[in-house]
């Protein structure tokens, strides 16, 4: 390892990010360092924005892979670099505006039936009933769950924080049933051995072909499940409020997006079609 990668990694470790977005930006620092055959070192900001023009045009970046490679860049000259004014004024795309796949609750019902294993049937039903992302549940410890309150206690997620998430009597009955079948160590979801977490890209893959039994053929992942926690919830009366707070989003305006995903009450509203053209056996007489 050289001394600038060492203090490259040093320095994003002072700053708390986590292990995974120190592997990250780690990665795209060395990847731009490869592109040219020099050390970063010796390089500026116009070979940087030489090389974010090549990902976006001949490989064709997507917006957030630009934003993470730009950020990891940044950190690398701004700070273990000692340029503060490098890479400044290069431009940050804007966000795009996508909505998120959502099942329908038939769809999840559905999704549910097919699975048989009482382990990802668990797993799964704690993302869809509490809301929690997967790396949340990956880090849940069998004490996390507190019955007495009706809480799932969530250790540092997105963003650093600890939070409570809720903890319905279903959920409940369902994780008992779970405990006493796999008797679970200190992770509530271990991997191949008890003390160790499980694999990252396993419940997203057993979720895929749990879809395709169902004969659901929307593109969906661990995410999704969240997705429809959120949706679901919206289009049942729960507050937006009360939405936000279960799912941990600092802004109301992120948990706004699912305003724009359930269509609940746009179904509910008259058809115009109707109102301008008389029922069918009326137009007949």
Not at 97 to 110: G, H, I, K, N, T
Not at 171 to 195: H, K, N, Q, T
């Amino acid at each position: 390892m050289t001394p600038l990668r060492r203090r490259y990694i040093e320095d994003l470790r002072l700053k708390n990010f986590s292990p995974n977005t120190i592997r990250v930006y780690t990665h795209a620092v060395a990847a731009f360092a490869r592109f040219f055959g020099r050390s970063p070192e010796a390089l500026g900001e116009e070979d940087v924005r030489k090389y974010l023009v090549h990902l976006v045009y001949d490989r064709g970046l997507s917006r957030s892979q630009y934003v993470l490679q730009l950020n990891a860049l940044r950190h690398l000259y701004q700070d273990t670099l000692g340029r503060p004014n490098s890479l400044a004024d290069l431009p940050r795309p804007k966000r795009e505006q996508r909505l998120p796949v959502v099942l329908s609750r038939d769809e999840v019902q559905r999704l549910f039936s097919v699975v048989t294993n009482l382990k990802h049937r668990a797993l799964f039903m704690v993302a869809y009933d509490a809301g929690l992302r997967l790396s949340e549940i990956l880090h849940l410890r069998v004490e996390d769950i507190d019955s007495q309150r009706g809480v799932i206690r969530i250790r540092q997620g997105k963003g650093h924080k600890d939070r409570y998430a809720r903890l319905t009597p279903e959920l409940l009955g369902l994780l008992r049933e779970y405990w006493r079948a796999y008797r679970p160590g200190a992770w509530l979801f271990p991997g191949a051995s008890p003390d160790k977490q499980y694999d990252l890209a396993t419940p997203g893959h057993v979720l895929k072909q749990a879809a395709r039994r169902a004969g659901i053929t929307k593109r969906i992942s661990m995410h999704t499940l969240r997705h429809c926690f959120a949706t679901h919830l919206l289009e049942l009366g729960t507050n937006l409020r009360v939405i936000q707070k279960l799912l941990g989003h600092g802004s109301i305006n992120t948990t706004a997006l699912y305003t724009h995903v359930s269509l609940q009450e746009a179904h509910d509203a008259p058809s115009m079609m109707a109102l301008i053209e008389p029922p069918a056996n009326q137009g007949s007489q």
